[in-house]
């Protein structure tokens, strides 16, 4: 009943676990999304494919991409064993009548889920004129999403005792929107990581964003060092911490980490090759670290211990290679 009554208040915030209960299996997932051209509805709304962001485009008609005279689809993959990846591609499409020169759009979009490293990358380009119609689309978005169940221990904390866990997260990447503003000259560029524990509220824990004409900006202000933006431009990498959320010792709790990449207009984002849960920081009832913990997950992923992704074990491996001659030549 103390475990109640201390966890109650903190459930209905964070989803905090009580006790035994049912918990999702382990998922990944992959999204991707191109909608564009000059249709005839004007009332949009975000993807349902997207509910669980923080932040999601408003870029599906009401009334249907192809009913209100649009191109393209949304586009989803799940799977329990990764990594799992998604691509897709759209374009040329004109964006108004010939006779006002609107342009074409084409647009990719591509995503990567592994259990602790995801991938998304957006990339967008409006060519051959400038959209005219007020109801045009022209945008790409791509979404990655793990879904865990995790359970820490300690011999520092008593079994079954309150706790707090802070998600450490590595993000590497790019983004783009080049050219002098103007009127009807669209480039917009954003990314978002986003994480939930249990049946909790969604927290952002990074978003960043380069618009045509202006600086980048990391969680709405200027990025951090790791980071280098000029006029339409931003790129870099640096650690982002999680709010820290409510955990029981010794009982297991459900997590889920996504992240998002949308270009508008003309504009690019590359956040393909890293955006990697890096760490985990513990705490007791009291609020003092605890930092000699051991971490279990239902997928059977060592989160504390990761295994490079082929790509990064390849470069690894040719770096050792690399050396060893270095050494035998020597």
Known sequence: MKLFRLCAPLAAAFGCALGPSAHAAPQLETITGIVAGAGT????????????FSFAPANVPVGGIAACGYSGRYQTQSAAIGPLTLHDGLGPVILGPPILSPGFYSGTADARAGYGSLGAAAHSDIAGGIPQSGTALFNSVAAATFSDTLTASSPMVVPSS?????????V?????SLGAPGPFLFGVSYT???????????FQVMNANVTRGGLGTISNATPP???????GSLSGGSTFYSVALPMVWGQPWDVKVGLLAWSYGTADNQFLNTATLSGFE????NGVAVNDFSLSSASGTDYLNPVPEPSAAALLLAGIAL????????
């Open 225 to 231: 060092a790791g980071w280098v933006t000029s006029t």
């Open 41 to 52: 509805c004007g009332t949009f709304s975000p993807a349902p494919e997207l509910s669980f």
């Open 323 to 330: 050396l060893v001659w270095r050494r035998q030549r020597a």
């Open 162 to 170: 309150l706790g707090t866990v802070r998600y450490r997260f590595r």
């Open 282 to 285: 513990f705490f007791d009832a």
């Open 192 to 202: 978002v990581l986003d994480v939930q524990q249990g049946n909790g509220p969604v």
């Open 172 to 176: 590497d990447g790019s983004m783009t």
